[in-house]
């Protein structure tokens, strides 16, 4: 039996947790927040429940395949979503999959017929590829002759990818697009912030994809989280709520434990669930077993866009409120004008940036007090907008807060015409308020920046859990160049199936 530390009680660590406690292993859990879950949490405030963070996961398969091994599946109420609903003033149509896509386009833009066709002239053969990929067996999962047998059909049928990958791996969006359609056109203007736009042109064209395997949680994210945490101490695993890690203890090259508060945890194992860049810049207590570039290249490696989220509570019914969204996942988009998220001097973003807007009530009415609604309202932000959000200065930040919310709701009230007739409770969480919560850089949604040119990853689809210091593992989103919640889940899982 070892004994292992893990730092952090998001999915990664609550999955590597529950499997390394399952094996018999002495396994105890440090999380900084008053509850499991880091960006699958959730909260309620007046009745309402919300979502902290992600709103969906893809990959259901190798995600239910996990949760099953743990032993929770039964437990955990996944449900599939809606298909998204895309509005802008030039389009509003129901997204199932890619070629809803692409009728969309070809609709909405009849004069760049030639331009479409050269786009998806190029784009088709990724995805094509992408799905003979998606259809083998992750290697992440599988064992002995299985992985092997695996192993041989990867070689064997991906060829094609690779060397597509070889092509347009190292091609941000951004660039891709700007080959077929000109700048601040309006398909150009929704096309490049329709996803992330500085992710990689293969993982635009994975993207595609995920909307034939879309899912939610009914009971919310944090039920999902709760039952993890749950099982992990019937398990026999300790979870410290509340309990901040100031460090990481190291021994002749070796993490040995780790200290909260006066007290001091010796363990075997370390892992670290939390952010790459806090790990080792601030949490290691021996710098000196990094090599000062290495350092360096944690410090100036850019980390992933973080969310502005603003959450309302309705004194609208529900059904009331589907009349007029129809579905519970609307995109809106604002495709005359291109917020610049690149850009944290663009004081106008918030009114151009493209919208996510969701309603947790009409997943499961119980996320709202009888009679009553829930809405959020999520986008990327800029990192550090408006001189990081005040510059400290606690009345300008406020009224930043009170500025992007109020640009929200005046923006879907062309969906929810008396929207601010019916707000009943409004908050809002802005990238402050998530480094805060999660600890991670610059309230990162997720790990390093998604650009593959400067990715702290040489490959955009490795995953890495081993670090400079024996012992000690990372357990986090932060082992893969851009995460996710299925992507988390398969790095919780290496990381426990290294201790036998």
Same mark, same amino acid.
């Given at each position: 039996?070892?004994?292992?530390?893990?730092?952090?009680?998001?999915?990664?660590?609550?999955?590597?947790?529950?499997?390394?406690?399952?094996?018999?292993?002495?396994?105890?859990?440090?999380?900084?927040?008053?509850?499991?879950?880091?960006?699958?949490?959730?909260?309620?405030?007046?009745?309402?429940?919300?979502?902290?963070?992600?709103?969906?996961?893809?990959?259901?398969?190798?995600?239910?395949?996990?949760?099953?091994?743990?032993?929770?599946?039964?437990?955990?109420?996944?449900?599939?979503?809606?298909?998204?609903?895309?509005?802008?003033?030039?389009?509003?149509?129901?997204?199932?999959?890619?070629?809803?896509?692409?009728?969309?386009?070809?609709?909405?833009?009849?004069?760049?017929?030639?331009?479409?066709?050269?786009?998806?002239?190029?784009?088709?053969?990724?995805?094509?590829?992408?799905?003979?990929?998606?259809?083998?067996?992750?290697?992440?999962?599988?064992?002995?002759?299985?992985?092997?047998?695996?192993?041989?059909?990867?070689?064997?049928?991906?060829?094609?990818?690779?060397?597509?990958?070889?092509?347009?791996?190292?091609?941000?969006?951004?660039?891709?697009?700007?080959?077929?359609?000109?700048?601040?056109?309006?398909?150009?203007?929704?096309?490049?912030?329709?996803?992330?736009?500085?992710?990689?042109?293969?993982?635009?064209?994975?993207?595609?994809?995920?909307?034939?395997?879309?899912?939610?949680?009914?009971?919310?994210?944090?039920?999902?989280?709760?039952?993890?945490?749950?099982?992990?101490?019937?398990?026999?695993?300790?979870?410290?709520?509340?309990?901040?890690?100031?460090?990481?203890?190291?021994?002749?090259?070796?993490?040995?434990?780790?200290?909260?508060?006066?007290?001091?945890?010796?363990?075997?194992?370390?892992?670290?669930?939390?952010?790459?860049?806090?790990?080792?810049?601030?949490?290691?207590?021996?710098?000196?077993? *990094?090599? @000062? !570039?290495? &350092?360096?290249?944690?410090?100036?490696?850019?980390?992933?866009?973080? /969310?502005? %989220? #603003?959450?309302? +509570?309705?004194? *609208?019914? @529900? !059904?009331? &409120?589907?009349?007029?969204?129809?579905?519970?996942?609307?995109?809106? /988009?604002? %495709? #005359?004008?291109? +917020?610049?998220?690149?850009?944290?001097?663009?004081?106008?973003?918030?009114?151009?940036?493209?919208?996510?807007?969701?309603?947790?009530?009409?997943?499961?009415?119980?996320?709202?007090?009888?009679?009553?609604?829930?809405?959020?309202?999520?986008?990327?932000?800029?990192?550090?907008?408006?001189?990081?959000?005040?510059?400290?200065?606690?009345?300008?930040?406020?009224?930043?807060?009170?500025?992007?919310?109020?640009?929200?709701?005046?923006?879907?009230?062309?969906?929810?015409?008396?929207?601010?007739?019916?707000?009943?409770?409004?908050?809002?969480?802005?990238?402050?308020?998530?480094?805060?919560?999660?600890?991670?850089?610059?309230?990162?949604?997720?790990?390093?920046?998604?650009?593959?040119?400067?990715?702290?990853?040489?490959?955009?689809?490795?995953?890495?859990?081993?670090?400079?210091?024996?012992?000690?593992?990372?357990?986090?989103?932060?082992?893969?160049?851009?995460?996710?919640?299925?992507?988390?889940?398969?790095?919780?899982?290496?990381?426990?199936?290294?201790?036998?």
């Amino acid at each position: 039996m070892k004994r292992i530390a893990i730092v952090g009680a998001g999915i990664g660590g609550l999955t590597a947790g529950n499997l390394l406690a399952k094996k018999g292993h002495k396994v105890i859990l440090f999380e900084a927040h008053s509850t499991p879950g880091g960006y699958i949490a959730g909260f309620r405030r007046k009745g309402y429940y919300f979502e902290s963070g992600s709103l969906s996961l893809e990959a259901s398969a190798q995600v239910f395949q996990v949760m099953k091994e743990i032993g929770v599946y039964e437990k955990i109420s996944f449900k599939k979503k809606e298909p998204l609903q895309y509005v802008s003033d030039e389009f509003n149509a129901s997204i199932r999959n890619w070629d809803d896509i692409k009728f969309m386009l070809y609709s909405s833009y009849p004069d760049e017929k030639g331009n479409i066709d050269s786009f998806f002239n190029v784009l088709d053969p990724v995805i094509k590829e992408l799905k003979k990929m998606a259809a083998i067996p992750s290697l992440t999962y599988a064992k002995g002759l299985k992985k092997l047998l695996i192993g041989i059909t990867f070689l064997m049928k991906g060829g094609k990818f690779m060397k597509l990958f070889e092509k347009y791996g190292n091609v941000s969006v951004l660039e891709f697009i700007a080959c077929f359609f000109k700048k601040d056109t309006r398909i150009y203007n929704f096309l490049t912030t329709f996803v992330y736009p500085d992710m990689s042109t293969i993982a635009l064209a994975g993207m595609m994809e995920m909307y034939t395997d879309y899912w939610t949680v009914k009971d919310g994210m944090q039920s999902w989280a709760n039952v993890l945490a749950e099982n992990f101490q019937q398990l026999g695993g300790e979870l410290n709520l509340s309990s901040y890690v100031d460090a990481i203890i190291t021994k002749d090259g070796v993490a040995t434990g780790v200290k909260t508060g006066d007290k001091i945890f010796t363990a075997d194992y370390v892992f670290s669930a939390v952010d790459y860049k806090k790990t080792f810049l601030e949490l290691i207590d021996n710098k000196s077993l *990094l090599q @000062n !570039d290495m &350092l360096q290249r944690i410090e100036e490696a850019p980390v992933s866009y973080p /969310f502005f %989220t #603003l959450y309302l +509570g309705l004194n *609208l019914r @529900n !059904d009331i &409120l589907r009349d007029r969204m129809r579905v519970s996942s609307i995109m809106l /988009f604002d %495709t #005359l004008k291109r +917020g610049d998220v690149e850009n944290p001097n663009d004081k106008d973003y918030f009114k151009k940036c493209p919208l996510v807007i969701y309603s947790p009530s009409m997943i499961n009415e119980k996320h709202a007090p009888q009679g009553k609604s829930s809405l959020m309202v999520q986008t990327i932000s800029p990192i550090r907008w408006m001189d990081n959000w005040g510059a400290g200065n606690k009345e300008r930040y406020g009224l930043l807060k009170k500025q992007i919310s109020d640009t929200f709701i005046k923006r879907i009230e062309s969906i929810i015409p008396d929207l601010s007739d019916h707000i009943d409770f409004s908050d809002a969480a802005t990238p402050i308020t998530y480094e805060r919560y999660t600890h991670n850089t610059d309230g990162a949604h997720s790990s390093w920046s998604m650009n593959p040119k400067k990715n702290f990853y040489p490959s955009g689809i490795m995953m890495k859990v081993d670090t400079p210091v024996k012992n000690l593992y990372i357990s986090s989103c932060w082992a893969t160049p851009f995460g996710g919640v299925p992507e988390t889940i398969g790095v919780g899982y290496t990381c426990a199936q290294i201790i036998k």
